[in-house]
């Protein structure tokens, strides 16, 4: 049987209601107690208003089976009812809308049609079935629950928590024109797409059941995501509202992927697998806050620019072994602060910019590649690193407007490639590169000290390399090409010398040595800077000074070292009247023209006259001294025009062994001083001394010559001395003899 009641009146229920047949209500209908309607397979059908009896919120339950449930009026308009529990496999529809306790479609199949516009329970709703809107849409309960595929042509708006699906098929699509979905409270989504042709707003926090896609104009999340799942939005992104904010994709090989522009309010987003922002280059990605980005050792891709706001925000990025691609400019538009970034393998394909300290790391060994395409311009201290891989700028690199910045470049055994000029606009504050190879093929401009480590360096010809301010340039490799001319300043010191201590130094281009320095490169360094210092004070290989030019004047100060290693000079070593520094194992020097001089050896071969001059013009020999010559000069009255200086022996000289060789000294008014005995070991030929000083010539040992001696000054005597010819020859003291500060004897044979 049926029941049907007349429309114009009204009906009130007092209690349940069941019949085989439809249930029509045709007036407004009051519900006075809990009460439940139930047919067999067939309708239940309200054509007006449904209420609680006054004063009261009374439950509905009805169970239709197969039959459709139609509201046509408002339910609960005036007075609201309880809990509405409704059981339909074929279609429920909504005409107006709905005020109730709570409400509930437990059938899982047929369809619920919300065609009011608004449905407002103070508990729970929940859907069960397929829902459709006929209408733009408000849900407002503690929470909203749909276990099936929700489809519209409508907006959708939930006021409370929302559960889109109980499965990955239960779709979500909002079609029509500008449809927006919005949930105001936190939202658990279990389907695999949720589309809307408007926007997409997830007020609280929400949790991904799927890997999810969701499609609409901009998505907008002010909360937390979390889930072990992968996320896909199809459309412009906000992520988050504050930097508490996080996004957090666990499980397996989650990735995180956005097509459009992409707002980062959060202040960290975590996945399990890869990180792609944008699909195009036209596409932007804007910091609103200091940001952390990290992967599972899986890719991360900018395909659009990376800029911050008006202000600028940090970024830290830590992708393991994963790659890091910039495909559009960083920094171009709003550099970024303080940016710290480790991944396997980086490449920037337009301009990088960055004004807090920053530092780029790459971690695989080998293949931890970076590469910048586009120019690099530095707003602070920048460091990056390689393991053991190459690193290439293929455009310029340079500090911001604000001043000098320092920059650290630390490869391995990588190469570093410069292809376009460095600080050309603004240069570079103190700079250190190490790397297995070390290439400039552009213009250098730097301001602060700079230090270059490489086992291969080289610089381009034509091009400028610049290091000033007083500041130092010290090029360290085992091979070296200088291309042109260094550009420094009087205040700094250029220091060449080889990385690893076993290898040889040439200084001229006749000169054998793996680290080379030939004529032309002479030229290129000398005098550019201070003070020159060739070689190493750990090296252990053989330095050889050997022009193909008649000769050489080097017109700084200059510094040549070792130390176990020798020293051999086969040409003429000239500073004019600037100081000369030479230190190392055993030292062979041909003539010497320097100012002072100071000579420190396990040996010191001198093989031809040595002449210093200036008002300092001092020579001192740390070290024993092996004559190499049938005659040696040492002189500190320069032309011969200047007063002189002082000269000192540390230790014994003696000539070279088996051989006689003669010794002059003129220090004119400066001292002489000997630290230890002459001719021990093998005899002088003849000796002449000459000092004007007060103290003239001080001896510290015994004296021994074939032939005669002559001491034109006074002589001192710091120990009890001997004073011998072998062959007959005379001894010759023009001034006092004296002791110094211990009484001393004086024999003369």
Same mark, same amino acid.
Not at 165 to 192: H, P
Not at 598 to 615: H, K, P, Q, Y
């Given at each position: 049987?049926?029941?049907t009641?007349?429309?114009?009146?009204s009906?009130?229920?007092?209690?349940?209601?069941t019949t085989?047949?439809?249930?029509?209500?045709?007036?407004?209908v009051?519900?006075?107690?809990?009460?439940?309607l139930?047919?067999?397979?067939? @309708?239940?059908?309200?054509?007006?208003?449904?209420?609680?009896?006054?004063?009261?919120?009374n439950?509905?339950?009805i169970?239709?089976g197969?039959?459709?449930?139609?509201?046509?009026?408002?339910?609960g308009?005036?007075?609201g009812? #309880?809990?509405?529990?409704?059981t339909s496999?074929?279609?429920?529809t909504?005409?107006?809308t709905?005020?109730?306790?709570?409400?509930?479609?437990?059938?899982?199949?047929?369809?619920?049609l919300i065609?009011g516009?608004?449905?407002t329970t103070?508990?729970?709703q929940?859907?069960?079935?397929?829902?459709?809107?006929?209408?733009?849409?408000?849900?407002?309960a503690t929470?909203?629950t749909?276990?099936?595929?929700?489809s519209a042509?409508?907006?959708?708006?939930i006021?409370?928590?929302?559960?889109f699906?109980?499965?990955?098929?239960?779709?979500?699509?909002l079609s029509?024109?500008?449809?927006?979905l919005?949930?105001s409270?936190?939202?658990?989504i279990?389907?695999?797409?949720i589309?809307?042709?408007g926007?997409?707003?997830?007020?609280?926090a929400?949790?991904?059941?799927?890997?999810?896609?969701?499609?609409?104009?901009?998505?907008t999340?002010?909360?937390?995501?979390?889930?072990?799942?992968a996320?896909?939005?199809?459309?412009?992104?906000?992520?988050?509202d504050?930097?508490s904010?996080s996004?957090?994709?666990?499980?397996?090989?989650k990735a995180?992927?956005?097509?459009g522009?992409?707002t980062?309010?959060?202040?960290t987003?975590?996945?399990?697998?890869?990180?792609?922002y944008?699909?195009?280059?036209?596409?932007?990605?804007t910091l *609103?806050?200091?940001?952390?980005l990290s992967?599972?050792n899986?890719?991360?891709? /900018?395909?659009?620019?990376?800029?911050?706001?008006?202000?600028?925000?940090s970024?830290?990025i830590s992708?393991g072994t994963?790659t890091?691609?910039f495909?559009?400019?960083?920094?171009a538009?709003s550099?970024?602060?303080?940016?710290?970034?480790?991944?396997?393998?980086?490449?920037?394909?337009?301009?990088?910019?960055?004004?807090?300290?920053?530092?780029?790391?790459?971690?695989?060994?080998g293949t931890?590649?970076?590469?910048?395409s586009?120019?690099?311009?530095l707003?602070?201290?920048?460091s990056?690193?390689?393991?053991n891989?190459?690193?290439?700028f293929?455009?310029?690199l340079?500090?911001d407007?604000?001043?000098? *910045?320092a920059l650290?470049?630390?490869?391995?055994?990588g190469?570093?490639?410069?292809?376009?000029?460095v600080?050309?606009?603004y240069?570079?504050?103190?700079?250190?590169?190490?790397?297995g190879t070390?290439?400039?093929?552009?213009d250098?401009y730097s301001?602060?000290?700079?230090?270059l480590?490489a086992?291969?360096?080289?610089?381009t010809?034509? *091009?400028?390399?610049?290091?000033?301010?007083s500041?130092?340039l010290?090029?360290?490799?085992?091979s070296?090409?200088?291309g042109?001319a260094?550009?420094?300043?009087p205040g700094g010191?250029l220091?060449i010398?080889?990385?690893?201590?076993?290898t040889?130094?040439g200084? #001229?281009s006749?000169a054998?040595?793996s680290?080379a320095i030939?004529?032309t490169e002479?030229d290129y360094i000398? #005098?550019k800077f201070? +003070?020159?210092?060739?070689?190493?004070?750990?090296?252990?290989?053989l330095?050889?000074?050997?022009?193909?030019v008649?000769?050489?004047t080097?017109s700084?100060?200059l510094?040549?070292?070792?130390?176990?290693?020798?020293?051999?000079?086969?040409d003429i070593? *000239?500073?004019?009247?600037?100081?000369?520094?030479?230190?190392g194992?055993?030292l062979?020097?041909? @003539?010497?023209?320097?100012?002072?001089?100071?000579?420190?050896g396990?040996l010191?071969?001198?093989?031809?006259?040595?002449?210093?001059?200036?008002?300092?013009g001092?020579?001192?020999y740390?070290?024993?001294?092996?004559?190499?010559?049938?005659?040696?000069?040492?002189? +500190?009255?320069?032309?011969?025009?200047?007063?002189?200086s002082?000269i000192?022996?540390?230790?014994t000289?003696?000539?070279?062994?088996? /051989?006689y060789?003669?010794?002059?000294i003129?220090?004119?008014a400066g001292?002489?001083?000997?630290?230890?005995?002459?001719?021990?070991?093998q005899?002088?030929?003849?000796?002449?001394?000459?000092?004007?000083? @007060?103290t003239?010539?001080t001896l510290t040992?015994?004296?021994?010559?074939l032939g005669?001696?002559?001491?034109?000054?006074?002589?001192?005597?710091n120990?009890d001395t001997?004073?011998?010819t072998?062959?007959?020859?005379?001894?010759?003291i023009?001034?006092?003899?004296?002791?110094?500060?211990?009484?001393?004897?004086?024999?003369?044979?």
């Amino acid at each position: 049987a049926s029941m049907t009641t007349d429309s114009g009146g009204s009906t009130k229920l007092n209690g349940n209601v069941t019949t085989g047949g439809a249930q029509q209500y045709g007036d407004a209908v009051e519900i006075s107690s809990g009460l439940s309607l139930a047919t067999t397979d067939n @309708a239940v059908i309200f054509s007006g208003t449904v209420n609680s009896q006054s004063g009261e919120t009374n439950d509905l339950t009805i169970t239709a089976g197969t039959g459709q449930i139609t509201f046509t009026g408002a339910v609960g308009g005036s007075r609201g009812l #309880g809990n509405i529990a409704l059981t339909s496999t074929g279609n429920t529809t909504f005409t107006s809308t709905v005020d109730a306790s709570s409400l509930v479609q437990n059938a899982s199949s047929g369809t619920t049609l919300i065609n009011g516009g608004r449905i407002t329970t103070s508990s729970t709703q929940a859907f069960n079935n397929a829902v459709s809107l006929g209408a733009d849409t408000a849900l407002s309960a503690t929470s909203v629950t749909f276990n099936h595929t929700v489809s519209a042509d409508y907006a959708l708006a939930i006021t409370g928590d929302a559960v889109f699906g109980n499965g990955a098929s239960d779709t979500v699509t909002l079609s029509g024109s500008g449809k927006n979905l919005s949930v105001s409270g936190t939202a658990t989504i279990n389907t695999d797409h949720i589309t809307s042709s408007g926007t997409q707003t997830y007020t609280g926090a929400v949790s991904l059941g799927v890997d999810t896609t969701l499609t609409g104009t901009t998505v907008t999340f002010n909360a937390n995501i979390s889930g072990a799942y992968a996320l896909a939005i199809v459309g412009h992104a906000v992520i988050g509202d504050a930097s508490s904010d996080s996004l957090v994709l666990s499980g397996t090989n989650k990735a995180l992927s956005i097509t459009g522009n992409t707002t980062l309010y959060s202040g960290t987003l975590t996945t399990s697998g890869t990180q792609t922002y944008g699909d195009a280059t036209s596409d932007s990605i804007t910091l *609103k806050a200091g940001t952390s980005l990290s992967t599972s050792n899986d890719n991360l891709t /900018f395909n659009g620019s990376l800029d911050s706001d008006s202000t600028n925000r940090s970024l830290n990025i830590s992708i393991g072994t994963g790659t890091l691609a910039f495909k559009a400019a960083v920094g171009a538009s709003s550099a970024l602060a303080a940016t710290t970034i480790s991944a396997g393998i980086l490449t920037a394909d337009s301009s990088v910019y960055t004004v807090g300290t920053t530092s780029i790391s790459t971690v695989n060994s080998g293949t931890g590649t970076q590469t910048y395409s586009g120019l690099v311009k530095l707003g602070g201290a920048t460091s990056f690193s390689t393991n053991n891989s190459n690193l290439t700028f293929d455009s310029t690199l340079n500090s911001d407007s604000t001043g000098a *910045k320092a920059l650290t470049i630390s490869a391995g055994s990588g190469t570093v490639t410069f292809s376009g000029a460095v600080g050309n606009l603004y240069a570079l504050a103190a700079t250190t590169v190490t790397a297995g190879t070390l290439t400039f093929s552009d213009d250098f401009y730097s301001t602060g000290h700079v230090v270059l480590t490489a086992t291969t360096l080289s610089t381009t010809a034509a *091009k400028v390399f610049s290091v000033i301010s007083s500041a130092n340039l010290t090029m360290t490799a085992d091979s070296l090409a200088i291309g042109a001319a260094l550009t420094g300043s009087p205040g700094g010191t250029l220091t060449i010398q080889p990385r690893a201590n076993s290898t040889t130094v040439g200084i #001229g281009s006749s000169a054998a040595g793996s680290l080379a320095i030939d004529d032309t490169e002479l030229d290129y360094i000398n #005098g550019k800077f201070g +003070t020159l210092i060739l070689g190493s004070s750990t090296g252990t290989a053989l330095v050889t000074v050997n022009y193909t030019v008649g000769s050489f004047t080097y017109s700084q100060p200059l510094t040549l070292r070792s130390n176990t290693g020798g020293i051999t000079a086969s040409d003429i070593l *000239k500073t004019g009247s600037y100081a000369l520094t030479i230190t190392g194992g055993t030292l062979t020097l041909q @003539a010497v023209y320097s100012g002072t001089l100071a000579v420190t050896g396990s040996l010191i071969n001198l093989n031809s006259l040595v002449t210093t001059t200036g008002l300092a013009g001092t020579q001192t020999y740390t070290g024993p001294v092996a004559l190499g010559a049938s005659v040696i000069q040492l002189d +500190t009255r320069g032309s011969g025009s200047e007063t002189g200086s002082n000269i000192s022996f540390s230790s014994t000289v003696n000539t070279s062994s088996g /051989f006689y060789y003669a010794m002059t000294i003129n220090a004119g008014a400066g001292s002489v001083t000997f630290g230890g005995a002459v001719g021990n070991t093998q005899a002088l030929s003849l000796l002449t001394v000459t000092s004007t000083h @007060a103290t003239g010539i001080t001896l510290t040992g015994n004296v021994t010559t074939l032939g005669n001696q002559d001491y034109f000054g006074k002589v001192l005597l710091n120990a009890d001395t001997t004073i011998a010819t072998t062959n007959n020859g005379y001894v010759n003291i023009t001034g006092t003899v004296s002791s110094g500060l211990i009484a001393s004897n004086v024999g003369v044979s």
